[in-house]
């Protein structure tokens, strides 16, 4: 009923900056917690940032000081800023969202991610 669609992705050189958008669509009452993780080939799922819907942030050390989680509520959308690229940052990159769908009252809570969008940083 719901889905997430990133965008903003690409090659970059190191040093250079991205902004990540995420947008949420579909019968939605209201979200929750959204943020983003990524993947590198080889490697584990990593996450990135969170926020809640209150506006407070999590971040994972290796881009702390570098990259900021901001959203828009009355878009339905979250965004990275990514500034400072560095080559580890190369990876896939999703969003996620906690989302709690239209219904009679509204009552589920679903765990929704997107396709993810590829980031490349070169050296």
């Known amino acids: 009923q719901v889905q997430l669609v990133e965008s903003g992705g690409g090659l970059v050189q190191a040093g250079g900056s991205l902004r990540l958008s995420c947008a949420a669509s579909?019968?939605?009452?209201?979200?929750?917690?959204m943020g983003w993780y990524r993947q590198a080939p080889g490697k584990q799922r990593e996450l990135v940032a969170t926020?809640?819907?209150?506006?407070?942030?999590n971040y994972a050390d290796s881009v702390k000081g570098r990259f900021t989680i901001s959203r828009d509520n009355a878009k339905n959308t979250v965004y990275l800023q990514m500034n400072s690229l560095k080559p580890e940052d190369t990876a896939v990159y999703h969003c996620n969202a906690l989302i709690v769908v239209v219904t009679h009252p509204p009552s589920d809570e679903y765990d929704v991610w997107g396709q993810g969008t590829q980031v490349t940083v070169s050296s």
């Open positions: 579909g019968s939605i009452f209201s979200i929750n917690a």
């Open positions: 926020i809640t819907s209150g506006g407070s942030t």
